[in-house]
């Protein structure tokens, strides 16, 4: 799965393990997602802001926490 289909399911408390480039280097970090702007294209990881453009590997790692959108869309529906 792409980044960008990734970001695209992620919300508040998703748990994830992602790679991405702050000042000049690579850096791996797992955590939780804290806040989530598709507008600014951000995300912030602990409370640690990442933009989506230096992001170059992200995966959730819990599936519970990251599918409550679809349960809302479906209780939705």
């Not at 792409?2 to 992602?18: D, F, P, Y």
């Not at 480039?21 to 990442?50: C, M, P, Q, W």
Request: no cysteine; aromatic share 12%; charged share 30%.
């Amino acid at each position: 799965m792409q980044n960008s289909e990734v970001i695209m399911q992620l919300e508040k408390r998703s748990r994830v393990a992602m790679d991405f480039y702050r000042a000049f280097h690579d850096i791996h970090e797992e955590g939780v997602i804290t806040e989530i702007s598709l507008a600014y294209r951000y995300l912030k990881l602990n409370n640690e802001k990442i933009y989506f453009d230096d992001i170059y590997r992200i995966e959730v790692t819990d599936i519970e926490l990251g599918t409550n959108r679809e349960k809302e869309q479906a209780a939705f529906f």
